[in-house]
């Protein structure tokens, strides 16, 4: 084996925990996997025999090349003043896809990312890296160029701000009889069924895409929502969306959107759906058969 494979095969070992870090960065899968290509890169440019901890190296040069994407997103001001989805994982209603493991590890649907995408980049790196994957605060330190201290405040901040992204409960069996009477109110447009399955203060999040994006509050108004949507003919089908309970609809074989919500107490708290045409037709919904 040659140097070149030697040093290949250690990358791969590694690649699984790079798209995670880069996944939680960016939310854009696309992206994840260019920041993880750019890690080989900088790894295969660089004299590997003086990196004491491959992991650790990889994974500091991943936050880095993440952090400067999100930096350029706003710099060239593609940053929507709305929170963006980020690009769903879609598994099984009865378990996540072992490939899907190391992308989901402690993930609470799309709520968490909406919250991670309204962070600072340096907060979101900080969160990331330290909450998610345990890197010490120096070594986030020297990626921001900021003290120790610093970048734990920065990492507190943003934990203040992700607590109150994962209001749900985690009873799968009141999970899915809840998913599966909204779908049924929702095709049959049953007003009255949707507002009691939706908490008072409900809120719904849409993203059709750029300068297309939707915050309703409130169960009469998300129920009139999921109503006027019943009406379309939507073929609804339950799954797990970054590991907690959705489904994907279709209208006449293409998907439509993708729609994960948050439980508590046997109502619907939270709604993020992502119906974004461009960016549903590249979704894998292999997992899905």
Known sequence: MSEHDWLAERFEQHRSRLRAVAYRMLGSLSEADDA????????????????????????????????????ARRTRREQPLEPAMPDPIIDRPDGID????????????????????????????AFVLHDMFAVPFDEIAAILDR??????????????????????????????????????AGRTGDFAALVALLDPDVVLRADSGPGARLELRGAEAVARQASMYGQLGLVATRALINGAPGW??????????????????????????LADAERLASLDLSPLG
């Open 36 to 71: 993880v290509q750019e890690a080989w890169l900088r790894l295969s440019r660089s004299d590997a025999d003086a990196i004491d901890n491959l992991e650790a190296w990889l994974v500091t040069v991943v936050g880095r090349i993440s952090l400067n994407m999100l930096r």
């Open 248 to 273: 994907v609809a279709t209208l006449e074989g293409r998907v439509f959107s993708v729609g994960s919500i948050a439980i508590r107490d046997g109502r619907i708290v939270e709604m993020d759906i």
């Open 147 to 184: 003290s120790p201290d610093a970048a734990r405040q920065l990492a507190s901040r943003a934990r203040r701000r992700v607590r109150g992204a994962t209001p749900g409960d985690t009873d799968p069996g009141a999970e899915r009889e809840v998913v599966e009477a909204f779908i049924a």
């Open 98 to 125: 072992p490939e899907h493991e190391a992308l989901l590890a402690d993930s609470v649907g799309l709520a968490l990312f909406v919250v991670l995408e309204q962070l600072t980049p340096p907060e979101r790196l």
